[in-house]
C-alpha cells in the first residue's frame, strides 16, 4: 500500500510515540513525491527542529519555521550519502564511512541519522559493506534510504528495511526523449492511423530514442567501472575485475530495459488519452497534448483504440521473452499502428 507523504508521516510519528519506531526505512516514489522532505521530517521528530532565527513578525509573534531540507540537517548528527558526481555511483568507501559514522558518539537524547539519497545507485559491494549497519545498528541510529528504483536493490536489503512506498499527484518529470517521441506520435495521429509506413515510422521514433538512452546509459556506467577498477584494482584479488565487468554490463542491460518499458507506456498512456477523449473524460495524463488526442479521438472507434492498447501491452510482455527486439518493435507496432 502506498502512502501520501502526510500519511506516512502520522505513521512514522504515531511509531515513534509509542517507541515502537523501526531503525531502518525504506522510502520509495518518484522524486516528486517527496521522499527526501519525509525524511527530513522523520529527523526534526526524533532530534528536534531548530529554532526559528527569523526574529518576531509585525504582530510580535514567533512565525512558524520552516522545514529544513536534507542538505541543511547533514552535521554531525546526520550524514547524507549521495552518488558520486562523476561515475554516479554509492562507492563501498562511501558506505564504510557511514557505517563509522554511525558508531560515533553523540548527545544522549539524540540520534544518528543515515541518509542515503538514490541509494538503488549502490552496488552489490556497496550493499554488502551496507548490510552489517542494517544487521547490527548502534542504539539510537537511523537509517533512511531513499530511491525510485527498489527493485534495484539487494533482496536483504528490502528485508531490513521498513518499506514506505509513496504516491504523488504532483505531475512526475519527462523522460529524456519523451517529448521527442509523442511529437512522432502526435503527426502520425493526426494524419491517422492503420497504415504501412506510419507504423514503421514510429517504430524508427522509438528505436531512436531507446538507442540514445542505451548508449548515455552505458557510457556513464563504462566510466563508473573505469573510476572503480582505478580505485579498487590494486587491492583485490582473483576474479574480482571480471565480476565487476559482468555487473556492470548486467547493470546497463537492466537499466535498459526499463526505460524501454516506461517509453511502451508513455504510448499506452497517450492512447488513454485518447479513449479519455472519445469518453468525454477531462481528466488527461498529457493535458498540453489535449487538442491533437481530441482529433484522433474523433477519428478513430473506442473498439480500435482498445484494440491498439492491447498490442502494445501484449508487445510489452513479448519483449519480456528471449525474442528478437527489433523483430518484436517491427510486429508490435504494425499491429498496434498498422
Known sequence: MAYTEEKAFELVKSAYERERL????????????????????????INGADDPTS????????PPPEPQTIDELEGDLVRVVRPEMKSRRISVKQMRELEKSMYQSCEKDKWKVGVVLEADRMGVEAENAFLKTLEEPPDRCLLLLITSSPDRLLPTILSRCVQLPLITNAKRAEY???????EVLGKVGKA???????ALTLKAAFSKVLD?????????????????IATYKQTTEGDWLKNRENYYKALTESEYLLERGQFLDVLITWLGD????????????????????????????????????EALENLGTLLETNVSEPLALEVGFMKAFG
Open 22 to 45: 523501526g531503525h531502518a526505512f525504506l522510502i520509495t516514489g518518484e522524486a516528486l513525491a517527496g521522499g527526501e522532505r519525509l525524511a527530513s521530517k522523520m529527523i526534526e521528530l
Open 55 to 62: 526574529g518576531l513578525d509585525l504582530f510580535g509573534d514567533a
Open 176 to 182: 529524456d526523449g519523451e517529448a521527442e517521441l509523442l
Open 192 to 198: 491517422g492511423f492503420g497504415s504501412v509506413g506510419r
Open 212 to 228: 540514445r538512452r542505451k548508449s548515455e546509459i552505458a557510457k556513464a556506467n563504462d566510466a563508473a567501472q573505469k573510476e572503480e
Open 274 to 309: 485518447v479513449v479519455r477523449q472519445k469518453c468525454d473524460v477531462t481528466e488527461l495524463d498529457y493535458a498540453k497534448y489535449a487538442t491533437i488526442t481530441q482529433a484522433v479521438a474523433g477519428t478513430e472507434s473506442l473498439e480500435s483504440l482498445l484494440q491498439r492498447m
